[in-house]
Protein backbone atom coordinates (compact mmCIF):
# COMPACT_ATOMS: atom_id res chain seq x y z
CA UNK A 1 0.00 0.00 0.00
CA UNK A 2 0.87 3.66 -0.81
CA UNK A 3 1.24 6.05 1.97
CA UNK A 4 -1.04 9.16 0.31
CA UNK A 5 0.44 11.95 1.40
CA UNK A 6 -2.75 14.07 1.46
CA UNK A 7 -3.44 11.82 4.79
CA UNK A 8 -0.99 12.10 6.84
CA UNK A 9 -1.49 14.87 9.69
CA UNK A 10 1.77 16.23 8.61
CA UNK A 11 -0.07 16.98 5.23
CA UNK A 12 -3.14 18.23 7.28
CA UNK A 13 -1.44 20.85 9.77
CA UNK A 14 0.43 22.33 6.33
CA UNK A 15 -2.99 23.03 4.60
CA UNK A 16 -4.51 24.62 7.54
CA UNK A 17 -1.29 26.56 8.68
CA UNK A 18 -1.39 27.45 4.67
CA UNK A 19 -4.83 29.80 5.08
CA UNK A 20 -2.89 32.03 7.67
CA UNK A 21 0.08 32.72 5.43
CA UNK A 22 -2.23 33.15 2.38
CA UNK A 23 -3.35 36.35 4.09
CA UNK A 24 -0.07 38.03 4.90
CA UNK A 25 2.41 39.80 2.62
CA UNK A 26 5.81 38.81 2.40
CA UNK A 27 6.80 42.82 2.56
CA UNK A 28 5.43 42.19 6.49
CA UNK A 29 7.12 39.59 6.98
CA UNK A 30 10.49 41.41 6.01
CA UNK A 31 9.31 44.51 8.13
CA UNK A 32 8.36 42.71 11.08
CA UNK A 33 12.15 40.74 11.37
CA UNK A 34 15.21 42.36 10.24
CA UNK A 35 17.01 38.88 11.04
CA UNK A 36 14.34 37.32 7.91
CA UNK A 37 17.62 37.17 5.26
CA UNK A 38 19.82 35.52 8.10
CA UNK A 39 17.72 32.60 9.37
CA UNK A 40 16.12 31.46 5.66
CA UNK A 41 19.60 31.25 4.25
CA UNK A 42 21.87 28.04 3.72
CA UNK A 43 24.85 27.21 1.84
CA UNK A 44 26.75 24.20 0.78
CA UNK A 45 29.21 22.56 -1.63
CA UNK A 46 30.17 26.75 -3.54
CA UNK A 47 26.09 27.30 -3.60
CA UNK A 48 24.40 29.93 -1.70
CA UNK A 49 20.41 29.33 -1.18
CA UNK A 50 18.77 32.56 0.15
CA UNK A 51 15.04 31.28 0.64
CA UNK A 52 13.99 34.44 2.76
CA UNK A 53 12.03 35.58 -0.21
CA UNK A 54 9.16 32.64 0.50
CA UNK A 55 5.57 32.87 1.64
CA UNK A 56 6.77 31.19 4.68
CA UNK A 57 7.79 31.83 8.45
CA UNK A 58 9.84 29.43 11.14
CA UNK A 59 6.57 27.38 11.41
CA UNK A 60 5.68 26.79 7.82
CA UNK A 61 9.92 25.19 7.62
CA UNK A 62 9.02 22.90 10.93
CA UNK A 63 5.64 21.71 9.06
CA UNK A 64 7.66 21.10 5.79
CA UNK A 65 10.41 19.06 7.10
CA UNK A 66 7.30 17.09 9.88
CA UNK A 67 5.95 16.15 6.02
CA UNK A 68 9.35 14.87 4.57
CA UNK A 69 9.99 13.25 7.95
CA UNK A 70 6.54 11.47 7.94
CA UNK A 71 6.88 10.76 4.03
CA UNK A 72 10.55 8.80 5.38
CA UNK A 73 12.48 11.33 3.08
CA UNK A 74 15.74 10.58 5.50
CA UNK A 75 15.25 6.80 4.56
CA UNK A 76 14.62 7.05 0.96
CA UNK A 77 18.16 9.35 0.55
CA UNK A 78 19.54 6.47 2.45
CA UNK A 79 17.82 3.75 0.04
CA UNK A 80 19.12 5.43 -3.16
CA UNK A 81 22.57 6.20 -1.74
CA UNK A 82 23.27 2.48 -0.72
CA UNK A 83 21.95 1.13 -4.14
CA UNK A 84 18.72 -0.26 -3.09
CA UNK A 85 16.04 -1.23 -5.77
CA UNK A 86 14.19 1.84 -5.96
CA UNK A 87 13.26 2.39 -9.33
CA UNK A 88 10.47 -0.51 -9.13
CA UNK A 89 9.30 -0.63 -12.15
CA UNK A 90 12.41 -1.20 -13.85
CA UNK A 91 13.49 -3.41 -11.44
CA UNK A 92 16.81 -1.48 -10.79
CA UNK A 93 18.62 0.74 -8.15
CA UNK A 94 19.28 4.55 -9.21
CA UNK A 95 22.97 5.21 -8.95
CA UNK A 96 24.13 8.55 -10.49
CA UNK A 97 25.67 9.37 -7.05
CA UNK A 98 28.00 6.12 -8.32
CA UNK A 99 29.40 7.97 -11.28
CA UNK A 100 30.81 10.54 -8.93
CA UNK A 101 31.86 8.73 -5.98
CA UNK A 102 34.77 10.45 -5.52
CA UNK A 103 35.73 9.40 -2.30
CA UNK A 104 35.35 5.74 -3.37
CA UNK A 105 32.45 4.59 -0.81
CA UNK A 106 31.66 1.30 -1.54
CA UNK A 107 28.32 0.59 -3.69
CA UNK A 108 27.00 -2.74 -4.24
CA UNK A 109 24.78 -4.24 -7.03
CA UNK A 110 23.53 -7.41 -7.24
CA UNK A 111 26.97 -7.90 -4.74
CA UNK A 112 29.46 -5.64 -7.18
CA UNK A 113 31.23 -2.84 -5.83
CA UNK A 114 30.66 -0.96 -9.24
CA UNK A 115 32.32 1.87 -7.62
CA UNK A 116 35.30 0.05 -9.92
CA UNK A 117 33.47 -0.20 -12.98
CA UNK A 118 32.77 3.33 -12.77
CA UNK A 119 37.23 4.07 -11.83
CA UNK A 120 37.69 1.77 -14.91
CA UNK A 121 35.47 3.56 -17.31
CA UNK A 122 36.89 7.11 -15.92
CA UNK A 123 40.29 6.00 -17.00
CA UNK A 124 39.49 4.59 -20.17
CA UNK A 125 37.26 8.10 -21.19
CA UNK A 126 40.54 9.65 -19.73
CA UNK A 127 43.00 7.28 -21.93
CA UNK A 128 40.68 8.21 -25.09
CA UNK A 129 41.30 11.80 -23.95
CA UNK A 130 44.82 11.99 -23.67
CA UNK A 131 44.59 10.08 -26.98
CA UNK A 132 42.76 12.51 -29.10
CA UNK A 133 44.91 15.13 -27.84
CA UNK A 134 48.03 13.88 -28.95
CA UNK A 135 46.91 12.61 -32.01
CA UNK A 136 47.10 9.28 -31.12
CA UNK A 137 43.98 8.60 -32.13
CA UNK A 138 43.38 9.94 -34.97
CA UNK A 139 41.50 10.56 -38.07
CA UNK A 140 41.66 8.44 -41.42
CA UNK A 141 44.25 10.77 -42.86
CA UNK A 142 46.46 10.95 -39.93
CA UNK A 143 45.42 14.78 -39.15
CA UNK A 144 44.30 15.50 -35.22
CA UNK A 145 40.52 15.64 -34.16
CA UNK A 146 39.49 18.59 -33.67
CA UNK A 147 35.79 18.37 -34.25
CA UNK A 148 33.78 16.54 -31.56
CA UNK A 149 30.26 15.97 -32.42
CA UNK A 150 28.01 14.11 -30.00
CA UNK A 151 25.11 12.24 -31.79
CA UNK A 152 22.12 11.32 -29.25
CA UNK A 153 19.16 13.10 -27.53
CA UNK A 154 17.40 13.70 -24.67
CA UNK A 155 20.15 12.79 -21.42
CA UNK A 156 22.02 11.57 -23.72
CA UNK A 157 22.16 15.43 -25.04
CA UNK A 158 20.32 17.66 -22.81
CA UNK A 159 22.81 17.52 -19.46
CA UNK A 160 25.83 17.42 -21.67
CA UNK A 161 25.55 20.30 -23.30
CA UNK A 162 24.35 22.07 -20.57
CA UNK A 163 28.06 21.25 -19.27
CA UNK A 164 29.77 22.19 -22.35
CA UNK A 165 28.00 25.66 -22.48
CA UNK A 166 28.63 26.32 -18.98
CA UNK A 167 32.11 25.53 -19.01
CA UNK A 168 33.10 27.24 -22.21
CA UNK A 169 35.70 29.41 -20.23
CA UNK A 170 37.37 25.93 -19.40
CA UNK A 171 37.76 24.16 -23.33
CA UNK A 172 40.49 23.50 -24.84
CA UNK A 173 41.90 25.71 -27.41
CA UNK A 174 41.13 24.38 -31.31
CA UNK A 175 38.41 22.09 -30.19
CA UNK A 176 35.05 22.37 -31.39
CA UNK A 177 31.89 20.96 -30.13
CA UNK A 178 28.51 20.26 -31.68
CA UNK A 179 25.71 18.08 -31.14
CA UNK A 180 23.33 16.77 -33.38
CA UNK A 181 19.98 15.28 -31.46
CA UNK A 182 16.32 15.91 -33.31
CA UNK A 183 15.27 13.79 -35.96
CA UNK A 184 15.17 16.71 -38.46
CA UNK A 185 17.16 16.95 -41.70
CA UNK A 186 17.85 20.99 -40.67
CA UNK A 187 19.27 19.76 -37.23
CA UNK A 188 22.11 17.76 -39.22
CA UNK A 189 22.14 19.35 -42.33
CA UNK A 190 23.32 22.61 -40.46
CA UNK A 191 25.43 20.96 -37.99
CA UNK A 192 27.84 19.42 -40.80
CA UNK A 193 27.76 22.16 -42.61
CA UNK A 194 31.75 22.95 -43.46
CA UNK A 195 32.53 20.11 -41.54
CA UNK A 196 36.50 18.86 -42.16
CA UNK A 197 35.60 15.30 -42.06
CA UNK A 198 39.14 14.34 -41.68
CA UNK A 199 39.28 15.65 -38.61
CA UNK A 200 35.38 15.38 -37.33
CA UNK A 201 34.95 12.82 -34.25
CA UNK A 202 31.32 11.73 -34.10
CA UNK A 203 30.16 9.91 -30.53
CA UNK A 204 27.28 8.18 -30.85
CA UNK A 205 26.22 8.66 -27.24
CA UNK A 206 23.06 6.58 -26.30
CA UNK A 207 22.00 4.25 -23.57
CA UNK A 208 20.50 1.77 -25.11
CA UNK A 209 21.83 2.34 -28.74
CA UNK A 210 18.19 1.98 -30.26
CA UNK A 211 16.86 5.28 -29.87
CA UNK A 212 15.18 6.48 -33.14
CA UNK A 213 16.66 10.12 -33.63
CA UNK A 214 19.85 9.09 -32.72
CA UNK A 215 20.50 6.06 -35.05
CA UNK A 216 18.99 7.77 -37.93
CA UNK A 217 21.62 10.74 -37.27
CA UNK A 218 24.39 7.96 -36.54
CA UNK A 219 23.76 6.59 -40.01
CA UNK A 220 23.33 10.00 -41.79
CA UNK A 221 26.46 10.84 -40.38
CA UNK A 222 28.58 7.55 -41.42
CA UNK A 223 26.62 8.06 -45.06
CA UNK A 224 28.34 11.23 -44.59
CA UNK A 225 31.59 10.75 -44.02
CA UNK A 226 31.48 7.82 -46.69
CA UNK A 227 30.42 10.55 -49.28
CA UNK A 228 33.45 12.87 -48.02
CA UNK A 229 36.06 9.98 -48.94
CA UNK A 230 36.52 7.97 -46.13
CA UNK A 231 36.00 4.19 -46.49
CA UNK A 232 33.91 1.33 -44.87
CA UNK A 233 36.70 0.03 -42.87
CA UNK A 234 38.04 3.59 -41.68
CA UNK A 235 34.54 4.45 -39.82
CA UNK A 236 35.93 3.43 -36.68
CA UNK A 237 38.79 6.43 -36.71
CA UNK A 238 35.57 8.66 -36.62
CA UNK A 239 32.89 6.72 -34.87
CA UNK A 240 32.92 6.06 -30.76
CA UNK A 241 29.75 4.85 -29.12
CA UNK A 242 28.63 5.34 -25.53
CA UNK A 243 26.00 2.56 -24.73
CA UNK A 244 24.89 -0.41 -22.81
CA UNK A 245 24.09 -1.72 -25.71
CA UNK A 246 27.74 -3.37 -27.38
CA UNK A 247 25.44 -6.09 -29.97
CA UNK A 248 23.98 -2.79 -31.67
CA UNK A 249 27.06 -0.75 -31.46
CA UNK A 250 29.58 -3.44 -33.20
CA UNK A 251 26.29 -3.83 -36.16
CA UNK A 252 26.75 -0.22 -36.31
CA UNK A 253 30.69 -0.39 -37.44
CA UNK A 254 32.14 0.76 -34.04
CA UNK A 255 35.05 -1.20 -32.97
CA UNK A 256 34.45 -2.62 -29.49
CA UNK A 257 37.73 -1.00 -28.13
CA UNK A 258 35.70 2.02 -29.00
CA UNK A 259 33.19 1.68 -26.95
CA UNK A 260 32.31 2.45 -23.32
CA UNK A 261 29.86 1.52 -21.16
CA UNK A 262 26.68 2.89 -19.48
CA UNK A 263 24.56 0.88 -17.20
CA UNK A 264 21.34 0.34 -16.51
CA UNK A 265 21.41 1.72 -12.91
CA UNK A 266 21.46 5.17 -14.26
CA UNK A 267 18.15 6.74 -16.27
CA UNK A 268 19.44 8.32 -19.17
CA UNK A 269 18.62 12.38 -17.57
CA UNK A 270 20.84 11.44 -14.61
CA UNK A 271 23.65 10.00 -17.49
CA UNK A 272 26.12 12.94 -18.12
CA UNK A 273 28.40 12.21 -15.16
CA UNK A 274 29.15 9.03 -17.30
CA UNK A 275 30.76 7.90 -20.45
CA UNK A 276 27.66 10.29 -22.02
CA UNK A 277 30.08 13.04 -20.96
CA UNK A 278 32.86 11.89 -23.19
CA UNK A 279 32.88 14.77 -25.85
CA UNK A 280 32.62 17.16 -22.96
CA UNK A 281 35.83 15.52 -21.17
CA UNK A 282 37.70 15.79 -24.44
CA UNK A 283 36.23 19.55 -25.21
CA UNK A 284 37.13 20.45 -21.06
CA UNK A 285 40.11 17.62 -20.31
CA UNK A 286 39.61 15.18 -17.81
CA UNK A 287 40.83 17.50 -15.13
CA UNK A 288 38.00 19.83 -15.52
CA UNK A 289 36.00 16.68 -15.93
CA UNK A 290 36.86 15.51 -12.60
CA UNK A 291 36.29 19.24 -10.74
CA UNK A 292 33.11 18.57 -12.06
CA UNK A 293 32.17 15.18 -10.78
CA UNK A 294 33.91 16.72 -7.09
CA UNK A 295 31.58 19.60 -7.27
CA UNK A 296 28.27 16.97 -7.72
CA UNK A 297 29.82 14.54 -5.38
CA UNK A 298 30.20 17.28 -2.81
CA UNK A 299 26.72 18.18 -2.88
CA UNK A 300 25.60 14.81 -2.91
CA UNK A 301 27.20 14.33 0.65
CA UNK A 302 25.57 17.69 1.67
CA UNK A 303 22.68 16.06 0.75
CA UNK A 304 23.06 12.47 2.17
CA UNK A 305 24.72 13.98 5.23
CA UNK A 306 23.35 17.52 6.56
CA UNK A 307 20.32 17.64 8.88
CA UNK A 308 16.96 18.28 6.94
CA UNK A 309 16.54 21.93 8.30
CA UNK A 310 19.93 22.70 6.42
CA UNK A 311 19.38 20.54 3.55
CA UNK A 312 19.88 22.72 0.44
CA UNK A 313 17.64 19.91 -1.85
CA UNK A 314 15.57 18.96 0.71
CA UNK A 315 15.05 22.78 1.24
CA UNK A 316 14.36 23.94 -2.56
CA UNK A 317 12.14 20.39 -2.82
CA UNK A 318 9.85 21.32 -0.05
CA UNK A 319 9.58 24.67 -1.23
CA UNK A 320 8.20 23.77 -4.11
CA UNK A 321 5.95 20.87 -2.53
CA UNK A 322 4.77 24.13 -0.44
CA UNK A 323 3.82 25.87 -3.60
CA UNK A 324 2.40 23.12 -5.78
CA UNK A 325 -0.05 21.12 -3.44
CA UNK A 326 -0.79 24.19 -1.24
CA UNK A 327 -1.62 27.41 -3.25
CA UNK A 328 -1.94 25.46 -6.57
CA UNK A 329 0.90 26.72 -8.72
CA UNK A 330 1.01 25.49 -11.87
CA UNK A 331 4.54 26.06 -12.87
CA UNK A 332 8.13 26.67 -11.68
CA UNK A 333 10.96 29.27 -13.22
CA UNK A 334 14.25 28.91 -13.56
CA UNK A 335 15.95 32.37 -14.50
CA UNK A 336 19.79 32.00 -14.48
CA UNK A 337 21.72 35.71 -14.83
CA UNK A 338 24.12 33.83 -16.50
CA UNK A 339 24.20 33.41 -20.30
CA UNK A 340 26.61 29.80 -19.81
CA UNK A 341 23.50 28.48 -18.24
CA UNK A 342 21.04 29.06 -20.99
CA UNK A 343 20.31 25.76 -21.29
CA UNK A 344 19.63 24.72 -17.59
CA UNK A 345 16.14 25.33 -18.18
CA UNK A 346 15.96 22.62 -21.01
CA UNK A 347 18.01 20.24 -18.97
CA UNK A 348 16.02 20.92 -15.83
CA UNK A 349 12.84 20.25 -18.17
CA UNK A 350 13.52 16.72 -18.76
CA UNK A 351 15.20 15.82 -15.79
CA UNK A 352 11.99 17.02 -13.47
CA UNK A 353 9.39 16.32 -15.78
CA UNK A 354 10.91 13.26 -16.74
CA UNK A 355 11.04 12.11 -13.48
CA UNK A 356 7.91 13.65 -11.99
CA UNK A 357 5.33 13.65 -14.67
CA UNK A 358 3.71 10.70 -13.24
CA UNK A 359 0.06 10.15 -12.18
CA UNK A 360 0.19 6.92 -10.48
CA UNK A 361 1.84 6.08 -6.88
CA UNK A 362 4.78 3.38 -6.39
CA UNK A 363 2.41 1.05 -5.89
CA UNK A 364 0.71 1.91 -9.12
CA UNK A 365 -2.72 3.56 -7.42
CA UNK A 366 -3.87 6.89 -9.23
CA UNK A 367 -2.19 9.78 -7.19
CA UNK A 368 -4.80 11.95 -5.76
CA UNK A 369 -2.60 15.41 -5.64
CA UNK A 370 -0.53 17.43 -8.09
CA UNK A 371 2.81 16.16 -8.81
CA UNK A 372 5.29 17.16 -10.90
CA UNK A 373 5.11 20.93 -12.40
CA UNK A 374 5.82 22.74 -15.25
CA UNK A 375 9.64 23.43 -15.42
CA UNK A 376 10.33 26.60 -17.99
CA UNK A 377 12.45 29.40 -17.80
CA UNK A 378 15.44 31.79 -20.02
CA UNK A 379 18.40 33.86 -18.93
CA UNK A 380 18.15 37.09 -17.36
CA UNK A 381 17.71 39.83 -18.61
CA UNK A 382 16.08 38.78 -21.72
CA UNK A 383 13.18 37.40 -19.69
CA UNK A 384 12.48 40.83 -18.66
CA UNK A 385 11.48 41.86 -22.02
CA UNK A 386 9.27 39.10 -22.01
CA UNK A 387 7.70 36.97 -19.95
CA UNK A 388 8.34 38.60 -17.06
CA UNK A 389 5.29 40.61 -17.23
CA UNK A 390 2.96 37.71 -16.42
CA UNK A 391 5.04 37.04 -13.50
CA UNK A 392 4.60 40.30 -11.54
CA UNK A 393 1.02 40.79 -13.30
CA UNK A 394 -0.65 37.65 -14.08
CA UNK A 395 -3.07 35.72 -12.46
CA UNK A 396 -0.81 32.73 -11.61
CA UNK A 397 1.58 32.39 -9.12
CA UNK A 398 4.97 31.52 -10.67
CA UNK A 399 7.61 30.82 -7.65
CA UNK A 400 10.63 31.25 -9.46
CA UNK A 401 15.11 30.02 -8.70
CA UNK A 402 16.66 33.64 -9.92
CA UNK A 403 20.12 32.10 -10.09
CA UNK A 404 23.68 34.03 -10.78
CA UNK A 405 27.37 33.58 -10.39
CA UNK A 406 28.72 36.74 -8.07
CA UNK A 407 31.56 37.49 -10.45
CA UNK A 408 31.83 36.99 -13.88
CA UNK A 409 34.01 34.99 -16.20
CA UNK A 410 33.76 38.13 -18.65
CA UNK A 411 34.61 41.68 -16.58
CA UNK A 412 33.11 44.14 -19.16
CA UNK A 413 32.82 47.68 -18.22
CA UNK A 414 30.01 48.02 -15.89
CA UNK A 415 27.97 44.92 -17.24
CA UNK A 416 27.99 42.58 -14.10
CA UNK A 417 26.63 45.35 -12.13
CA UNK A 418 24.28 45.73 -13.88
CA UNK A 419 22.88 42.60 -14.38
CA UNK A 420 23.26 41.40 -10.64
CA UNK A 421 21.24 45.22 -10.55
CA UNK A 422 18.50 43.95 -12.50
CA UNK A 423 18.78 40.00 -11.17
CA UNK A 424 18.01 41.90 -7.56
CA UNK A 425 15.72 44.25 -8.88
CA UNK A 426 13.29 41.60 -10.36
CA UNK A 427 13.19 39.70 -7.09
CA UNK A 428 12.36 42.76 -5.28
CA UNK A 429 9.64 43.82 -7.19
CA UNK A 430 7.93 39.66 -6.58
CA UNK A 431 8.83 40.54 -3.12
CA UNK A 432 7.47 43.68 -2.73
CA UNK A 433 5.54 44.94 -5.76
CA UNK A 434 3.74 48.45 -5.63
CA UNK A 435 0.56 49.27 -4.17
CA UNK A 436 -2.06 51.40 -5.21
CA UNK A 437 -1.48 54.47 -2.59
CA UNK A 438 2.50 54.46 -3.73
CA UNK A 439 1.22 54.12 -7.54
CA UNK A 440 -1.43 56.74 -7.06
CA UNK A 441 1.16 59.57 -4.78
CA UNK A 442 3.44 58.63 -7.80
CA UNK A 443 1.18 59.69 -10.48
CA UNK A 444 -0.33 62.85 -8.49
CA UNK A 445 3.81 63.92 -7.98
CA UNK A 446 3.93 63.86 -11.89
CA UNK A 447 1.16 66.37 -11.78
CA UNK A 448 -1.53 64.16 -13.46
CA UNK A 449 -5.12 65.10 -13.04
CA UNK A 450 -6.99 63.03 -10.19
CA UNK A 451 -9.38 61.06 -12.07
CA UNK A 452 -6.66 60.20 -14.85
CA UNK A 453 -4.61 58.77 -12.01
CA UNK A 454 -7.67 57.27 -9.82
CA UNK A 455 -8.42 55.32 -13.43
CA UNK A 456 -4.23 54.26 -14.33
CA UNK A 457 -3.48 53.11 -10.80
CA UNK A 458 -4.78 49.27 -10.70
CA UNK A 459 -2.91 49.07 -14.38
CA UNK A 460 0.20 50.14 -12.19
CA UNK A 461 -0.47 48.49 -9.04
CA UNK A 462 1.91 45.30 -9.44
CA UNK A 463 0.60 43.18 -6.11
CA UNK A 464 4.27 41.65 -5.26
CA UNK A 465 4.24 39.13 -2.45
CA UNK A 466 5.62 36.13 -5.49
CA UNK A 467 7.80 33.80 -4.08
CA UNK A 468 11.83 33.52 -5.30
CA UNK A 469 14.82 31.80 -4.19
CA UNK A 470 18.15 33.89 -4.82
CA UNK A 471 21.07 31.11 -5.71
CA UNK A 472 24.47 32.56 -5.79
CA UNK A 473 27.54 31.32 -6.15
CA UNK A 474 31.36 32.76 -6.81
CA UNK A 475 32.17 31.82 -10.27
CA UNK A 476 30.58 29.41 -12.70
CA UNK A 477 33.60 26.71 -11.81
CA UNK A 478 33.58 22.98 -12.99
CA UNK A 479 32.92 22.25 -9.44
CA UNK A 480 29.65 25.26 -8.83
CA UNK A 481 28.35 23.47 -12.01
CA UNK A 482 28.34 20.32 -10.77
CA UNK A 483 26.92 20.85 -7.39
CA UNK A 484 24.04 23.00 -9.13
CA UNK A 485 23.41 20.37 -11.56
CA UNK A 486 23.60 17.76 -8.67
CA UNK A 487 21.42 20.23 -6.69
CA UNK A 488 18.71 20.15 -8.70
CA UNK A 489 18.59 16.06 -9.14
CA UNK A 490 18.65 15.87 -5.51
CA UNK A 491 15.60 18.11 -5.59
CA UNK A 492 13.50 16.26 -7.93
CA UNK A 493 14.31 13.04 -5.61
CA UNK A 494 12.87 15.02 -2.62
CA UNK A 495 9.60 15.61 -4.01
CA UNK A 496 9.30 12.06 -5.82
CA UNK A 497 9.51 10.95 -2.27
CA UNK A 498 6.65 13.32 -1.29
CA UNK A 499 4.66 12.26 -3.90
CA UNK A 500 5.01 8.66 -3.41
CA UNK A 501 5.66 8.43 -6.75
CA UNK A 502 9.00 6.80 -8.83
CA UNK A 503 11.34 9.59 -10.38
CA UNK A 504 13.06 7.03 -12.54
CA UNK A 505 11.55 5.51 -15.08
CA UNK A 506 9.58 7.23 -18.08
CA UNK A 507 6.76 5.14 -19.33
CA UNK A 508 5.05 7.89 -20.92
CA UNK A 509 7.61 8.55 -23.72
CA UNK A 510 6.84 5.18 -24.82
CA UNK A 511 3.64 5.50 -26.59
CA UNK A 512 4.34 8.29 -28.87
CA UNK A 513 7.61 6.60 -29.60
CA UNK A 514 5.64 3.42 -30.95
CA UNK A 515 2.94 5.35 -32.33
CA UNK A 516 5.13 7.35 -33.98
CA UNK A 517 6.38 3.67 -36.01
CA UNK A 518 2.82 2.50 -37.26
CA UNK A 519 2.09 6.04 -38.17
CA UNK A 520 5.81 5.91 -40.38
CA UNK A 521 4.46 2.75 -42.06
CA UNK A 522 0.99 4.34 -42.96
CA UNK A 523 2.90 6.92 -44.75
CA UNK A 524 5.26 4.51 -46.55
CA UNK A 525 2.42 2.27 -47.56
CA UNK A 526 -0.21 4.72 -47.71
CA UNK A 527 -2.29 2.13 -45.86
CA UNK A 528 -4.69 4.21 -43.19
CA UNK A 529 -7.41 2.07 -42.28
CA UNK A 530 -8.57 2.09 -38.82
CA UNK A 531 -7.08 5.45 -38.47
CA UNK A 532 -9.01 8.91 -37.02
CA UNK A 533 -10.05 10.77 -39.40
CA UNK A 534 -7.77 13.71 -38.38
CA UNK A 535 -4.35 11.11 -38.73
CA UNK A 536 -5.75 9.50 -42.06
CA UNK A 537 -6.51 13.26 -43.60
CA UNK A 538 -3.37 14.60 -42.57
CA UNK A 539 -1.24 11.00 -44.05
CA UNK A 540 -2.76 11.66 -46.76
CA UNK A 541 -1.69 15.35 -47.68
CA UNK A 542 2.31 14.80 -46.37
CA UNK A 543 2.20 12.19 -48.42
CA UNK A 544 0.83 14.11 -51.59
CA UNK A 545 3.52 16.55 -50.76
CA UNK A 546 6.30 14.18 -50.39
CA UNK A 547 6.27 11.05 -53.36
CA UNK A 548 7.43 11.81 -56.42
O1 LIG B 1 20.35 7.36 -24.46
P1 LIG B 1 19.19 6.79 -25.20
O2 LIG B 1 18.95 5.35 -24.87
O3 LIG B 1 19.35 6.99 -26.68
O4 LIG B 1 17.88 7.55 -24.72
C1 LIG B 1 17.68 8.91 -24.95
C2 LIG B 1 16.54 9.46 -24.12
O5 LIG B 1 15.31 8.81 -24.43
C3 LIG B 1 14.50 8.70 -23.26
O6 LIG B 1 14.41 7.37 -22.91
C4 LIG B 1 13.11 9.13 -23.47
O7 LIG B 1 13.00 10.33 -24.18
C5 LIG B 1 15.27 9.53 -22.21
O8 LIG B 1 15.02 9.11 -20.91
C6 LIG B 1 16.68 9.31 -22.63
O9 LIG B 1 17.52 10.25 -22.06
Known amino acids: MSQNPTQLPAWLALAE ?17 AERYDKFNSSAAGISLDYSKN ?40 LHIALRNRSNREIRVEGENITDAVNASLAKMKDFTARVHSGEFAGFTGKKLRTIVNIGIGGSFLGPKVVSDALKPYWNDGYQLAYIANVDGTDFAETIKGLDVETTLFIVASKSFSTLETLKNAQAARAWFLAQGGRADQVKHHFVAVSTNVPAATAFGIEEANMFPMWDWVGGRYSLWSAIGLAQMIVLGAQT ?3 LLQGAHDMDEHFR ?30 LSYDEYLQDLPNHLQQVDMESNGKCVTREGEPVTYQTGSVIWGGTGTNGQ ?20 PMTSHNKLADHHEWLFANYLG ?50 GTPEVIGALIALYEHKIFVQGVIWDINSFDQWGVELGKILGESVFSAIETGKTDGLDSSTASLIAAFRAKNQA
Open 385 to 404: HAYHQLIHQGTRLIPADYIM
Open 305 to 334: TAPMAQNLPVILGMLGVWYQNFFGAESHAV
Open 17 to 33: HQKTIANTHMRDLFRAD
Open 426 to 475: QQQAMLEGKTEAEVLAELLAKGMDAERAAWLAPHKVIPGNRPCNSITFDL
Open 55 to 94: RITGETVEKLLNLADAMQLPKAIGEMFNGQVINKTENRPA
Open 289 to 291: FEA
